[in-house]
């Protein structure tokens, strides 16, 4: 899968292996990637993005609470800010080599932070103008920097995959059929046209009285034992009175049934497995009784590998141009002074909430 952008890294980068060097010098913050770069507000910015995930995964499993004193305080041989150091640089490397790409595949001509947050302002602005004006805008009418760079980024995966000149886009019969064998349980197997009949009835939504859930249950129970191959559960239910009202026939098609689970999952989990004329046994949960009848079915197997051949090889070329991407990343060297990235990194992390809070993902406070 795709990695999520978090920041945008620097101009052009020449073929080979690359050198990155991080130091500071008197007190300036600088972070070279191939003697380019990075600006302060750049690596803060990635560096507040990793915080819950290197939080999250040093206090997992551990009683342990996250504050200033958490990020000097060494956990199992790893003190949290160095880990946080390393990790930010990592993702700076990562995204570094997708603008590389980028830069020689010519989809933008510069990829530093500053001209980042310029083409941000310049596609805001162009969106409220257009609002303003009564036009039409597709997707969100203002970006937050987070979101235009993920949607900058996934611009650059969906061009880069749509060339199949491209490296690694142009798919193989044998991969594809290699793909499709590992995956069609489950992504390729065929939902089958099911006819169910059904009586749901919900006493907890209606509020029913436990005396008066005991009486249909009981009714239903009676037609359950009625049922057999001349005596259906329709033809039964419609000569009761106190049941016929929670009676519903449903005749999916096999593009029907995902949709349709929305508004009837919970029977379609009791009856798609059905064959023919079985139907359950009366079942009560989720605060309703049930008694699910298949009437018809027409059983499929698998999509075949021609109809589902877009949709592998788009999955390929992804996982494709994200191998090279991290390929690219892997070649970077990292050559600095990593004590005062490291000292840099610890300075910067001034509050962080814990995660576990509000059960919601928190930021830290950077300055």
């Not at 978090?6 to 991080?22: E, R």
Request: hydrophobic share 35%; aromatic share 10%; proline share 2%.
């Amino acid at each position: 899968m795709k990695k999520k952008i978090v920041c945008l890294v620097v101009t052009v980068l020449t073929a080979g292996i690359f050198v990155a060097g991080a130091f500071f010098i008197k007190g300036k913050f600088e972070l070279n990637i191939h003697e380019k770069p990075i600006s302060k507000e750049e690596y803060l910015y990635v560096m507040n993005q990793q915080i819950y995930d290197v939080s999250n995964e040093l206090t997992e499993n551990r009683d342990i609470q996250i504050d200033e004193k958490f990020w000097e305080t060494e956990i199992e041989g790893t003190v949290p800010y160095k880990k946080l150091a390393d990790q930010t640089i990592e993702q700076l490397k990562y995204y570094r080599a997708v603008y590389e790409t980028a830069i020689e595949e010519g989809y933008v001509e510069y990829a530093d932070y500053e001209h980042m947050i310029k083409r941000m302002e310049e596609e805001n602005k162009m969106r409220a103008e257009k609002i303003e004006n009564g036009e039409p805008v597709f997707g969100l009418s203002k970006f937050t920097t987070e979101l235009y760079m993920e949607y900058e980024m996934d611009s650059f995966q969906k061009r880069y995959c749509e060339n199949l000149k491209n490296e690694g886009m142009e798919i193989t019969e044998e991969e594809r059929v290699q793909y499709y064998e590992k995956n069609k349980d489950a992504l390729f197997q065929k939902n089958d046209d099911i006819t169910l009949d059904y009586i749901k009835i919900p006493y907890l939504s209606e509020n029913m009285t436990e005396d008066q859930k005991e009486l249909l249950e009981k009714e239903l129970i009676s037609i359950y034992k009625s049922m057999d191959g001349s005596q259906t559960l329709q033809k039964l239910v419609a000569e009761n009175e106190m049941l016929s009202p929670y009676f519903s026939h449903e005749e999916l098609l096999s593009s029907e049934v995902s949709s349709k689970a929305k508004e009837i999952g919970d029977v379609l989990e009791l009856g798609y497995e059905l064959k023919i004329g079985e139907s359950t046994q009366v079942v009560d949960e989720n605060g309703a009784l049930y008694l699910v009848q298949c009437t018809a079915k027409n059983d499929y197997d698998y999509f075949t590998v021609d109809e589902v051949k877009d949709n592998i090889n788009k999955e390929l070329r992804e996982q494709h141009y994200n191998s090279m991407i991290e390929k690219k990343a892997e070649d970077l060297e990292v050559d600095g002074d990593m004590k005062k990235v490291y000292d840099f990194t610890k300075k910067h992390i001034k509050k962080y909430v814990s995660p576990f809070a509000d059960g919601r993902r928190s930021k830290a406070v950077i300055r």
